[in-house]
């Protein structure tokens, strides 16, 4: 696999290429935002399958918030990680303050994503979860036992690089995994892709919504969304989706 990715846009094309190979019933493209989400609207392109997001907050431990005691999810679901919390004697009271900090930041955020869009129906679906890469892959990991509770038919993790040993704990998990890279020394995501700017809210409503109007109409109707303009210091996210 050639490396580095040009951007996230790059990186999903070539995801999506090697799914193609691949039977999906009815697949739905879960993507973690928010930089899986442009990664993710390629592979959704590709497949003409549905778009959506599933949000995961990490709960850093009170002391040492770059800890993670657990994660929440949409759909409600929290996922608590016992070898932290039983060592560290973290009680009740300080893991339902967390919570309640990082809940409020997920549901602004799915508000903002979907726009009063109800979360997309997994049961009984292919779901092909896609994140821009994974390092410890802790989110995916979070996001997987939290889609489990919904019960997909068959849950797939899509990357388009990660960590050799991060692979191996996700595909412990999922049902499999298609990672187009494994690099050693990984180092961090960023250093795998030529651009690698930050992802704004505006850019992954606005992925969503085309998604959702080219999934419907097909391309004479996915430009009928307007790209917001993004900070003059930022470059030019309309690159990503070009193709469609």
């Known amino acids: 696999m050639r490396l580095p990715f040009e951007h996230r846009a ?31 609207f390629e592979v959704a392109a590709a ?31 929290r996922v608590l990680n016992p070898e932290v919390i039983g060592p560290l004697g973290i009680d ?6 967390v919570t309640g900090m990082e809940r409020r930041e997920l549901e602004r955020r799915e508000r903002v994503y979907r726009s ?3 979360p997309a129906e997994v049961s009984g679906r292919t779901v092909i979860l896609v994140d821009d890469g994974a390092a410890t892959g802790a989110t995916v990991l979070a996001a997987i036992h939290a889609l489990r509770k919904r019960d997909p038919a068959r849950l797939i993790v899509a990357l388009p690089v990660a960590a050799a040993e991060t692979v191996r704990r996700i595909a412990a998990e999922a049902d499999e995994v298609v990672c187009l890279a494994t690099p050693e020394p990984f180092l961090a995501i960023s250093m ?6 930050p992802v704004i809210d505006e850019e992954v409503r606005y992925l969503l919504e085309r998604a959702e109007r080219l999934r419907r109409h097909g391309p004479a109707g996915s430009h009928e969304v307007v790209p917001p303009e993004r900070p003059e210091t930022a470059p030019d996210f309309r690159e990503v989706g070009r193709s469609a």
Not at 28 to 33: E, K, M, N, Q, R
């Open 47 to 77: 497949l003409g399958a549905e778009l959506d997001v599933t949000v995961v907050r990490k709960l850093g431990v009170p002391s040492r918030p770059e800890l993670a005691m657990g994660a929440i999810v949409s759909g409600g679901i």
């Open 10 to 40: 790059d990186a999903g094309r070539r995801l999506a290429e090697r799914l193609e190979e691949r039977s999906l019933s009815d697949p739905l493209v879960l993507t973690l935002p928010r930089g899986g989400v442009a990664v993710g």
């Open 92 to 97: 009740e009271e300080r893991i339902e303050r």
């Open 192 to 197: 795998w892709y030529r651009e690698f700017s």
């Open 116 to 118: 009063g869009r109800p």
